[in-house]
Structures are given as structure tokens and as C-alpha cells.
């Protein structure tokens, strides 16, 4: 972290120290997570959905926090004051902070990178970053850190010899890209697709796309705008950006645009790999296998790819560095093989009807024949699709039909707010032991172990909030543990 004193942040965000503070005092880190908290640390006490961070200043104290942000005075057990900055606001307060340290940072030749779209930013994100450590030290969010808390939190992990600062932009609403690039001014904006994702919070695509925009409509007449031009929503954003424009895509690069990255000869390898020629701005052209799993990858690739480029990295490391590289964040296409037999897929961190659609294609490609006429069985293990509002019903209608015409072999779909997909897949023809609907995880687990054979291959793709994602870790280890305990038995 960029060291502050205490005495400095409480100028930054306005605050006031308390009494027992001494203003010399330097901060080491910053956390909202008291148990993530270490000697010398700042304690974001932010007010949360469920509960108040006040309530956890004791125990960020008893991991090494020696100063607190906080909305108002708390005592210890002892009753004296816990040492703090009092501020109106916690999380606008870290805003501040983050604000302060992205400008000292750029006065010093940071290069600043927003990600935004509706679906990808984690990938691009890993992706850029392992691009641009190739050419100085980077840093990028854990995870998924993309919000007005998770955005600070990553800015907050920079240090003097930051090269590259590579951050993601999510948003709910209007106005919040908007709040978190007046925050650290990027001066490359990616944008990667507008989807549905969110529609029933935003009011409809449209407002996702123009909530989307205001990333670029933030560059500098000097930054660069990266649009997918496969994405009309996207490439109409070149018309409300001061910015100089990049765009990629998939074709012939023959016909891309001025200044664009092309994948062309795409195929997909029997293990589900994008393999393409990679062609750059300068004409340049390379081969390149991502270790990434599913076509709907190769976006995220180019974006990355366009991103490195723009910031001057040279085409031949781009694409060795691309080469073979695959997902460095949890639960996207990410694949294990269990000792049966069985492959686990699991892309259950996020989903709306665009990402489904994607990963379903994927797991019909993996079910192929292969030249011998053998085909592996495939499972689409399927929780809800949140937030699409009063397209709900109709989207995961539209999912069911789509696994049986995929000819996806089995069908799991799990809660109630996903069962329209079990219905329509029975209506489209799948009934029996094809179609399975259980109204919980737990139901699903004990459905799986039974069901799966060595050789099945099992996609669980769902959004964050149905958990699908702990399921698919459960299932990839039960024959494994189910092994280990035979093992010890003999």
C-alpha cells in the first residue's frame, strides 16, 4: 500500500481523529473483512445489507487493526475508545482515499485500465494482467472486486512500483460506472458486451448499455476505447467517446476496421480450446491455443490482447504469453477430472441467458462423437439465472428448449425460480431420466451421486446467490474422498 498517515486520511475524507489516534500513525493496509485484518491495518467499518461493521472493530483490533474508519465512536471492552477517523460516510470515504493514491500513483506513470460489460470482466481481467506483468508490476482485483468497496480494496493493494493498475467497473444502476471512473480517471476503457444480465434492476438492456458507456464516455481525448465490434450495443459506443477508438472481433482481418485485433480460423479443440490466428493493427499474425475452455472465450482474449497492445506491449509476447493460458479466477469454465472418469465444468460463479447459452454450447461440443463414433454423456446441471426481472420465466423457458436441441443428454435443474427450464425441456421432448427438477443443492448432490457414471461430463452453471458453485467443488471431490476412504480401508 501506499503509506498514509493517519493525519493524511483524515484530511483525505474529511474526517476526524479520535482523541487516542497519533496523526504519525502509518497505515500498512486497508480491509472491510476484520478477519482479513493485519498488524497495523486499517478497518473499513462499513455499514452492510445484513449487518453493521462497528460490530467487528474488536475483532479487526484483535488481529493487528490499530485504526478504524468508521461512521461513529465505539469503545472497547475496557470502555475506551476504539482509536479511529470519523466520517460521514464509510464507503465514500474509501473512495477518497483510493482517489488520493490513483492520483499520486499517475503522477508517477501508473497506466490505469477500466473493464466493464455484462459478462467476462473477471477473465479479461486475469487475462491483461498476466499480459502487462510480462512488461512491469501490475496489479489487478482478487476476484471479482468491481464495485464502490471492491474497487478501493484493489487500488488500496498497490505499491510505489505499480506499472499498471487494471480494474474492474460493475454496476446495478445508472451512475455507478460513472462514480467509480471520477474515482481513478482510466485512461483505457474495454468494453466488453451488453447483456442481460441485470435487465430487471436496470430497467431493460438499453439502460445496461448506456450505464456500460459511461466508462468510455470518462476517457481523456488522449486514452483509448476498446469495443467489440461483434456487439452492436458496443461498437455504437465510438460515438460518445473523446477517446481514440480500438476495436476486435472475429473474422476475416482483411475486412476489420482501422486499429483492431481479428481472431480468424477459429476452431474449437476436442478438449473445448479456442485455437486461432491472432492478427494485430501492424498486420502481424500469430497461432494461438487458449487453455481457456468455450468459444465465447475468444472475446475475452481479444479484449486482453487489445488492452496489452495498447499499452505498448509487443505483439510476439502477447500472444506466447496467451498461449496455453487459462482461467487464474475460480468457477469460470473451470475444469476437473475426477480419478472415475468423470469431467466437472464449473462456471457457477455468475450466469444470464448470453453466458448459459455459451457455456450450454460448450458442453454440446465437448459431447461430440469423436472419429471413432464414442461420445461422452453430458449433464447441464442448472440453477436460476438472478435478477432479469419479468424475463425470467422467459429466459430459462428459452434454456430448457435449448439444452434438448443442443442434444445435451441430462438435464438437472435445481429451485423453484429456475423450474421453467425443466418445463420446457419436457415439452420439447425430454421426459423420464433425461429431465430432472429438484428444489435444492442438496437434492442435487444426492441426485448426482447415484446418477453419474465414469466418462459423464457435468456443467453446473448458475448465478452466484443459488450456489452452484460449492455444489460442483462437492461433486468434483466425492469420488475422489469415496476413493481415499476404500484406500484406508484395505
Known amino acids: 500500500m501506499i503509506e498514509l498517515t493517519a493525519a493524511d486520511i483524515a484530511e483525505i475524507t474529511g ?8 496523526p504519525a500513525l502509518v497505515i ?13 491495518w486499517l478497518f ?18 484483535a488481529n493487528g487493526a490499530v485504526l478504524s474508519l468508521s461512521e461513529r465512536e465505539t469503545q472497547d471492552d475496557a470502555g475506551a475508545t476504539d482509536p479511529a477517523v470519523i466520517v460521514d460516510d464509510a464507503v465514500l470515504a474509501m473512495g477518497k482515499i483510493a482517489a ?20 467476462g470482466k473477471t477473465t479479461t481481467k486475469d487475462l491483461l494482467a498476466a499480459l502487462l506483468s510480462t512488461a512491469g508490476p501490475t496489479i489487478a482485483p482478487i476476484g471479482s472486486y468491481n464495485g464502490e468497496v471492491g474497487l ?32 481513478v480517471h482510466p485512461e483505457i476503457g474495454i468494453e466488453l458486451f451488453v447483456g442481460s444480465a441485470h435487465a430487471g434492476e436496470f430497467g431493460g438492456v438499453q439502460n445496461i448499455a448506456i450505464a456500460k458507456r459511461e466508462l468510455v464516455e470518462a476517457l481523456p481525448a488522449s486514452g483509448t476505447a476498446i469495443l467489440n465490434r461483434d456487439d452492436a450495443n458496443v461498437i ?31 476452431e474449437i479443440t476436442s478438449d473445448g480450446h479456442p485455437s486461432f490466428e491472432l492478427t494485430f493493427p501492424d498486420a502481424t499474425s500469430y497461432h494461438v491455443t487458449s487453455g481457456l475452455m468455450g468459444r465465447h472465450h475468444v472475446g475475452n482474449i481479444l479484449a486482453a490482447a487489445s488492452g496489452a497492445y495498447a499499452l505498448g506491449v ?41 453466458s448459459m447459452r455459451a457455456a450450454l454450447r460448450t458442453l454440446a461440443e465437448l459431447g461430440v462423437p469423436d472419429e471413432n463414433g464414442n461420445a461422452r454423456r453430458t449433464w447441464a446441471v442448472l440453477g436460476e439465472m438472478l435478477e432479469l426481472g419479468e424475463d425470467s420465466v ?69 448465478s452466484n446467490g443459488a450456489g452452484l458453485r460449492y455444489l460442483g467443488d462437492r461433486i468434483a471431490s466425492l469420488k475422489n474422498e469415496t476413493n481415499d476412504s476404500e484406500e484406508a480401508r484395505s
Not at 159 to 182: C, P, S
Not at 243 to 266: I, K, Q, R
Not at 314 to 334: K, Y
Open 15 to 22: 474526517g476526524t481523529l479520535t482523541a487516542n489516534v497519533d
Open 28 to 40: 500498512k493496509g486497508v480491509d472491510t473483512d476484520s478477519r482479513e485484518c493485519q498488524p497495523g
Open 44 to 61: 473499513v467499518a462499513k455499514p452492510g445489507e445484513a449487518t453493521d461493521g462497528h460490530l467487528f472493530i474488536r475483532a479487526a483490533r
Open 100 to 119: 488520493h493514491i490513483v492520483n499520486y500513483l499517475r503522477e508517477r506513470g501508473t497506466r490505469v485500465v477500466g473493464i466493464t460489460g455484462s459478462a
Open 152 to 183: 478501493p480494496l484493489t487500488v488500496f493493494r498497490a505499491t510505489e512500483d505499480t506499472k499498471y493498475l487494471v480494474l474492474e467497473m460493475g454496476a446495478t444502476g445508472l451512475g455507478h460506472i460513472t462514480y467509480l471512473t471520477d474515482m
Open 236 to 266: 455504437a459506443m465510438k460515438e460518445h467517446t473523446a477517446a481514440h477508438v480500438m476495436t476486435f472481433g472475429v473474422g476475416n482481418p482483411h475486412d476489420a476496421p482501422e486499429n483492431s485485433l481479428t481472431a480468424s480460423e477459429l
Open 314 to 354: 509487443e505483439p510476439s509476447v502477447i500472444a506466447e504469453t496467451l498461449d496455453g493460458l487459462g482461467a487464474a479466477s475460480r468457477w469460470r469454465m473451470e475444469r476437473i477430472e475426477r480419478a472415475d472418469g468423470v469431467s466437472i465444468i464449473n462456471d457457477a460463479y455468475n450466469a444470464n441467458p448470453e
Open 394 to 462: 422467459l429466459e430459462h423457458d428459452m434454456l430448457g428448449r435449448l439444452v434438448v436441441r443442443m442434444n445435451i443428454k441430462k438435464l438437472v435443474v435445481i429451485g423453484a425460480g429456475a423450474k421453467a427450464a425443466f418445463n420446457s425441456a419436457v415439452l420439447e421432448g425430454s421426459w423420464g431420466d433425461e429431465a430432472y427438477f429438484v428444489n435444492d443443492v442438496e437434492e442435487a448432490e444426492a441426485l448426482l451421486a447415484e446418477k453419474l457414471e465414469p466418462g459423464d461430463i457435468v456443467l453446473f452453471k448458475s
